[in-house]
């Protein structure tokens, strides 16, 4: 069921059904989410069943704002707090230590939680309004089965979950990928997924160093090696590979679909091609619904042109990356 989400009853009808431990995906800048109510283990269940995704790899818990944040954790450490005082709302996730006897299914059975406050619109009204109704938070990871690409608009949401689902539209998102996930609940900041936020503005807004993820980092939510991946087969190629590759094929095969900067004269004739933008935020934006294009029009085989490796452009390099480790 595809509703408006920039009507107000459609919100409170999505709202009601949150409350009463119903699944809604509704919009965030980033993707869409696949959402329950994050106090009621019974009804976040249904998620993992709708995805087919593990129950102990871990759910992100959207809330309204910082306030709500607190009732899913025991304390908020102060790295948390600049960091939340710096992006929320927005496309970063922060992981705390997380308070007894709420949102166990959520956490995977995790001690600690992540937290985000979204900055779409339409989820906001979502998280107010259900809040009203008793519900402090909703957990949801992307509206998608489990592994597979992130969806970044209603339609491709129905397509993952037919129409039987409650689904907010509320447009194409913003960002296109996932927010960065940044562990504090261990003493020092450790960014576990990278995401449009680059290193240094987030270390800028902590106010010291990220440090690298160990084995001791509490799991979190889409950073298993392969995930993202769309039907067909991916392979990520440095722009001279690729195009050797496209010359020693003398043809366009119909299988095959690239995605990259422009080609030289004569190798994109006839090809399944789309141009990759030049900046980083452009192609993230973009990138998930390029690659479910591709997999609609029934290619086999993806080729992708790895991107530059500046900052900026860590977080779409990470997915493209998972997406190709299948």
């Not at 709202?15 to 109510?37: D, I, K, Q, S, W």
């Not at 450490?77 to 705390?96: D, E, M, Q, S, Y």
């Not at 979190?220 to 392969?226: D, F, I, N, R, V």
Request: charged share 20%; hydrophobic share 45%.
């Amino acid at each position: 069921m595809l509703l408006d989400g920039s009507t107000s009853a459609n919100v409170e009808r999505a709202a009601t059904a949150l409350a009463a431990g119903e699944l809604v995906a509704f919009p965030t800048e980033t993707v869409y989410g696949l959402g329950a109510r994050a106090d009621d283990d019974a009804a976040v269940a249904k998620i993992f069943a709708a995805k087919g995704r593990p129950a102990d790899h871990p759910l992100i818990v959207h809330v309204a704002d910082a306030d709500a944040a607190r009732v899913f954790a025991t304390s908020v450490p102060p790295v948390a707090v600049r960091l939340v005082a710096a992006f929320w709302p927005g496309p970063l996730t922060v992981i705390v230590p997380r308070a007894a006897g709420v949102a166990a299914a959520a956490t995977g059975g995790q001690s600690t939680i992540g937290l985000r406050c979204p900055a779409h619109p339409v989820a906001h009204a979502l998280l107010r309004s259900a809040r009203e109704r008793g519900v402090p938070g909703v957990a949801a990871p992307s509206a998608n089965r489990f592994g597979r690409i992130s969806p970044t608009q209603a339609a491709h949401v129905r397509s993952e979950f037919g129409e039987s689902l409650l689904v907010l539209d509320g447009g194409a998102c913003e960002v296109g990928i996932e927010s960065s996930i940044v562990d504090c609940s261990r003493g020092r900041p450790v960014l576990l997924r990278p995401g449009v936020l680059t290193r240094a503005q987030i270390e800028a807004a902590a106010g010291e160093p990220l440090h690298e993820r160990d084995d001791a980092a509490p799991r979190a939510s889409g950073t298993l090696e392969s995930h993202y991946a769309p039907r067909a087969t991916l392979r990520l190629m440095p722009a001279p590979m690729l195009h050797t590759a496209l010359q020693m094929l003398g043809g366009s095969p119909l299988e095959l679909a690239v995605y990259s900067k422009p080609l030289p004269a004569g190798l994109a004739r006839g090809l399944r091609h789309r141009t990759m933008p030049e900046r980083a935020d452009a192609v993230a934006q973009e990138l998930f619904s390029v690659l479910r294009a591709f997999d609609d029009e029934g290619a086999q085989l993806i080729w992708v042109e790895e991107p530059p490796a500046g900052p900026e452009w860590e977080g779409v390099r990470d997915r493209l990356r998972r997406a190709a480790a299948r």
